[in-house]
């Protein structure tokens, strides 16, 4: 099971229009190594951690033909308010042909030219997304769901494509109590802690200090 080469990621100075610049940081960073079965990237608003899940779908997806992903969150109005906004406004390169067709109201997927997809929905709907199977499922803001929930969608990481299965998550902390939090405990989830130095908006990792973005 080989990790992701980071090296791919490194942009030059002038990307090619259209292009997004991104280098992970952080637990941003070792998400993008990991290829444990289940991993949770928690930490406080504005570290990187949807930005950095959404990515790895996005570089697997182009890099894996037939790759099959699933971006959910527990009601299908939230994520199109949330995760969707990111993928396309910060993600994915402008004029990609995944953002063809439907608006993100009414997408049911992202469609590669390689055949890969990455479906779209919510748990409150969940019939739309549990009878098919993935190689990488993404849960935004996984402490809203119930561990059933989470048990459930880890039975449709089956596709076998992608050289492991995994399903990722970001979340922000809770009481040590959550079933999310003693099943890291347990050792059945790798729990990644996300900092907001782990976001280069906020922090200047070469000089070591806030930006003045960080610093407001």
Same mark, same amino acid.
């Given at each position: 099971?080989?990790?992701?080469?980071?090296?791919?990621?490194?942009?030059?100075?002038?990307?090619?229009?259209?292009?997004?610049?991104?280098?992970?940081?952080?637990?941003?960073?070792?998400?993008?190594?990991?290829?444990?079965?289940?991993?949770?990237?928690s930490g406080p608003a504005g570290t990187g951690k949807s930005r950095g899940c959404l %990515?790895?779908?996005?570089?697997?997806? @182009?890099?894996?033909? +037939?790759?099959?992903g699933l971006i959910v969150r527990k009601t299908r109005a939230s994520l199109t308010e949330s995760?969707?906004?990111?993928?396309?406004?910060?993600?994915?390169?402008?004029h990609h042909p995944v953002l063809d067709g439907a608006g993100r109201a009414y997408r049911q997927a992202y469609r590669y030219p390689n055949?890969?997809?990455?479906?779209l929905g919510g748990?409150?709907?969940?019939?739309?997304?549990?009878?098919?199977?993935?190689?990488?499922?993404f849960v935004q803001e996984?402490? %809203?769901?119930?561990?059933?929930?989470? @048990?459930?969608?880890? +039975?449709?990481l089956r596709?076998?494509?992608?050289?492991?299965?995994?399903?990722?998550?970001?979340?922000?902390p809770d009481t040590p109590m959550h079933w999310l939090k003693r099943r890291c405990d347990g050792g059945q989830t790798t729990l990644l802690q996300s900092q907001h130095e782990d976001n280069p908006q906020l922090w200047d990792g070469k000089q070591k200090c806030w930006t003045v973005r960080g610093a407001q």
């Amino acid at each position: 099971m080989s990790p992701i080469n980071l090296t791919n990621l490194i942009t030059s100075p002038r990307p090619e229009a259209g292009q997004r610049p991104y280098l992970p940081y952080g637990a941003a960073r070792r998400l993008w190594w990991c290829t444990a079965p289940e991993v949770v990237i928690s930490g406080p608003a504005g570290t990187g951690k949807s930005r950095g899940c959404l %990515e790895k779908l996005h570089y697997l997806a @182009e890099k894996y033909p +037939t790759m099959r992903g699933l971006i959910v969150r527990k009601t299908r109005a939230s994520l199109t308010e949330s995760a969707l906004v990111t993928f396309e406004d910060k993600v994915v390169p402008i004029h990609h042909p995944v953002l063809d067709g439907a608006g993100r109201a009414y997408r049911q997927a992202y469609r590669y030219p390689n055949n890969s997809i990455l479906v779209l929905g919510g748990l409150d709907k969940a019939s739309r997304i549990m009878s098919t199977d993935y190689d990488l499922i993404f849960v935004q803001e996984a402490i %809203e769901l119930a561990e059933d929930d989470w @048990e459930a969608l880890t +039975t449709r990481l089956r596709h076998g494509v992608l050289p492991y299965q995994q399903i990722i998550a970001d979340t922000n902390p809770d009481t040590p109590m959550h079933w999310l939090k003693r099943r890291c405990d347990g050792g059945q989830t790798t729990l990644l802690q996300s900092q907001h130095e782990d976001n280069p908006q906020l922090w200047d990792g070469k000089q070591k200090c806030w930006t003045v973005r960080g610093a407001q």
